[in-house]
């Protein structure tokens, strides 16, 4: 196509094939040379060549060019013999590391076996063939290797050109911008391994996984250390020899598969009772009961509703539930929960705060205590693991000596809560002491061993996400279908209702309780409007740090419930909070979650504004949403917006 081309060749003599296809193609050889150095800036202009004479290399001249190919030397592909752990073996005459004869049944052939003419390429091909219908026949039967070989003139390997007098900044790994100073340094700094070599240098780690520069360092980093390229050996080679694309490595992970599924014991009876599943971190959960026509506004409205006025059931299982026993269980609680748990009585439970080390909010949850030495502790869905990671660290780093032992078992119990005033008639029919279950037996935040009707046994606490009366009910996963289908047969005439997520968060922001939304890591126990609930009488995690002064700020953003000034309109969460002559920047506080409130009659939502509530009663507050609504004036309301003091959670 018009180009000039030269070849520079380090041999004094090449096969006379070359010759001829160099002089049909008008291409200029030299021989007895090689490059010296790149010319050019921004691009290449010129090359500076060097010739080689007895012993070495000198400069020689320059010539113009826009483009240098340099060739690497042929390596077979033994990647796949590398990777089941067959060592290659160095072939000085063909300059490169073959796979040997194994034991395997796999066979190389062609270029893979150092055969590089293309008769013998052919018939190696055919020669592995045999062999490997005659290892079907004969198991027994090994492999062979054939012999390597086949190119036309013998092979001058050059690593390096190096001219005397001269500094050369020459690369091994183009990618890496790796030099042959920077293997020499290597050597120097002590790092003789090949492994070594790879790990200090990032030689070999770029796309090409070594392909253009893993031999050559091998070469030089034996003649810094005085020793032949077989004792210095190789890393592993892996497939895939040829780089892929990310996306083919995929795999069957795409879309709902891209993340593994966790469904709960209730799963099939949810689907089966008429539920829209979502997703709840890791675990697939209803999302809400739709009746014919209705949409999820309506539905989830008509759920909230119900359980306010009669009984409604939910699915709970994927909250994280922990067995925690031992003589020092209760030491362990004591530590890490910021509330005291000391006293915590037998057949009680606690709301409890868990804090980082740095003193902000980590979890939430309550923790049950069924005997001398044992506890069941519940965790968010989100935080599950988490809580159990953390814990386990603590008792096997921090606090060794304490005798405790933990287990996740959040896949061996069913829960289901049943919420509502109601919701005592529903649990006194499905177990068989009623008595059990009754307020004088079962006071808030009590928790009672017994066995649902059929003997099966349970662990039931009366404790309320809610706000209403309301138990949550464990079982053995495997009698989770049965236990709900009993509760819902009894609570269904009563006029109750199967209620999911969108139904929950609509009845746990009336009652201005927090849940991953606002413990989302920035966030302190008081800014959560729980600073009761941290003890000064006692050291717990993040108890220290948590009195840093900018943690004391008060003007922190603080925990507030929101309303619309006018009652119908409509607000999202994300949107920012700012005073209302100010719409800009960060703003003074953020909305983390929205609901239409059945209770209230319009929408609410929770959030943190700077100061908390006392700092903005009758003070004129946007809710600014520039990108899906725009401005909505809304009003600073305390968190707990509907019975403020708690009276439907007794009784």
Same mark, same amino acid.
């Given at each position: ?7 520079l060749?380090s ?11 160099c ?10 040379s090689?490059p010296a ?19 070495g ?25 590398? @990777?089941?752990? %067959? ?5 000085s ?26 008769e013998g ?27 390597p ?11 390096e050109?190096?001219?005397?007098g ?9 990618? +890496? ?5 920077? %293997?020499r340094?290597?050597? +120097? ?6 492994? @070594?070599?790879?790990? *200090?240098?990032?030689?070999?780690m ?11 360092g091998?070469?030089?980093? &034996?003649?810094?250390?005085g020793?032949?390229?077989?004792? %210095? $050996? ?5 497939p ?10 995929k795999g069957?992970n ?17 689907l089966?009772a ?20 209705e949409?999820i506004?309506?539905?989830?409205v ?5 359980v ?8 709970v ?10 003589p ?20 009680k ?7 980082r080390?740095d ?27 988490k ?9 096997q780093?921090r606090w060794?000596?304490?005798?405790? !032992? ?12 049943? &919420?509502?005033p ?15 279950? #009754?307020?004088?037996? /079962? ?12 003997g099966?046994? &349970?662990?039931?606490?009366?404790? #309320?996400?809610? $706000? ?38 609509? /009845?746990?922001i009336?009652?201005? !309780? ?14 959560a409007?729980?600073g009761?609930?941290? #003890? ?6 993040g ?24 009652r119908?309109e ?12 100010e719409?800009?920047? *960060? ?26 509530h ?23 309301v305390?968190? !707990?917006?509907?019975d ?8």
């Amino acid at each position: 196509s018009g180009a000039e081309i030269v070849i520079l060749d380090s041999r004094k003599t090449v096969p006379g094939t070359l010759r001829s296809l160099c002089e049909a193609d008008d291409i200029q050889l030299r021989l007895d040379s090689g490059p010296a150095k790149v010319l050019g800036g921004k691009g290449v202009s010129g090359l500076q060549l060097a010739q080689r004479y007895a012993g070495g290399w000198q400069s020689s001249d320059c010539i113009d060019c826009d483009l240098i190919l340099v060739s690497g030397g042929w390596s077979p592909v033994v990647n796949l013999l590398s @990777h089941r752990g %067959i060592k290659p073996i160095w072939n000085s005459e063909l300059a490169c590391f073959l796979a040997p004869a194994c034991e395997e049944a796999l066979l190389t052939a062609g270029s893979a076996a150092g055969i590089w003419a293309h008769e013998g390429c052919v018939d190696s091909g055919r020669n592995a063939a045999t062999q490997a219908l005659q290892m079907l026949k004969n198991p027994s039967q090994t492999a062979t290797a054939p012999v390597p070989g086949g190119w036309e003139g013998p092979i001058d390997p050059l690593y390096e050109i190096q001219i005397s007098g001269k500094k050369l900044k020459s690369f091994v790994d183009p990618q +890496h911008d790796v030099t042959t100073d920077d %293997i020499r340094l290597a050597q +120097h700094e002590g790092y003789v391994s090949v492994e @070594h070599l790879k790990r *200090y240098t990032t030689l070999g780690m770029g796309t090409d996984q070594g392909k253009m520069g893993n031999i050559i360092g091998i070469a030089l980093m &034996a003649e810094a250390l005085g020793k032949e390229i077989p004792e %210095i $050996g190789t890393t592993t080679f892996r497939p895939p020899y040829t780089p892929i694309s990310i996306g083919a490595l995929k795999g069957r992970n795409v879309g709902a598969h891209f993340r593994p599924l966790r469904r709960t014991p209730l799963h099939d009876w949810n689907l089966s009772a008429g539920g829209t599943m979502t997703m709840a971190g890791l675990w697939h959960r209803p999302w809400f009961f739709a009746r014919e026509g209705e949409t999820i506004s309506e539905a989830y409205v008509r759920e909230a509703e119900t359980v306010r006025r009669t009984v409604g059931l939910c699915d709970v299982t994927s909250l994280g539930k922990i067995a925690i026993q031992g003589p020092d269980a209760t030491e362990l609680l004591n530590r890490v929960y910021s509330n005291a748990f000391a006293k915590l009585a037998i057949g009680k439970t606690r709301y409890g705060i868990m804090l980082r080390d740095d003193g902000l909010v980590m979890d939430d949850g309550t923790t049950w205590r069924l005997s001398e030495n044992e506890y069941f502790m519940t965790t968010t869905t989100a935080h599950a693991a988490k809580v159990m990671a953390f814990l386990e660290e603590l008792i096997q780093t921090r606090w060794s000596d304490l005798k405790v !032992h933990l287990t996740s078992v959040s896949e061996q119990w069913a829960g289901v809560a049943v &919420a509502g005033p109601l919701s005592r008639q529903v649990l006194a029919a499905c177990v068989q002491e009623p008595g059990l279950v #009754s307020d004088e037996m /079962l006071p808030f935040m009590g928790v009672v061993q017994t066995a649902m009707r059929g003997g099966i046994p &349970a662990r039931i606490a009366r404790i #309320s996400f809610s $706000g209403e009366r309301a138990f949550e009910v464990y079982v053995p996963s495997d009698f989770g279908p049965e236990v709900m289908q009993d509760l819902w047969d009894e609570a269904r005439p009563m006029d109750g209702c199967l209620y999911g997520l969108e139904a929950l968060g609509a /009845l746990r922001i009336e009652k201005g !309780h927090v849940t991953g939304a606002e413990l989302d890591g920035r966030v302190t126990i008081e800014d959560a409007g729980l600073g009761r609930m941290a #003890s000064e009488k006692k050291s717990y995690i993040g108890s220290a740090l948590r009195k840093r002064p900018e943690l004391l700020r008060e003007d922190r953003p603080r925990l507030v419930g929101i309303i619309p000034r006018d009652r119908r309109e409509i607000f999202n969460a994300g949107a920012i909070l700012c005073v209302a002559d100010e719409v800009s920047g *960060y703003g003074e506080g953020w909305i983390t979650a929205v609901t239409h409130s059945p209770a209230l009659g319009h929408w609410i939502g929770l959030g943190f504004i700077k100061g908390g509530h006392d700092a903005w009663q009758n003070r004129e507050v946007v809710c600014a949403d520039p990108v899906r609504k725009g401005n909505t004036a809304v009003e600073i309301v305390s968190p !707990h917006m509907y019975d403020p003091k708690g009276e439907r959670m007794h009784g």
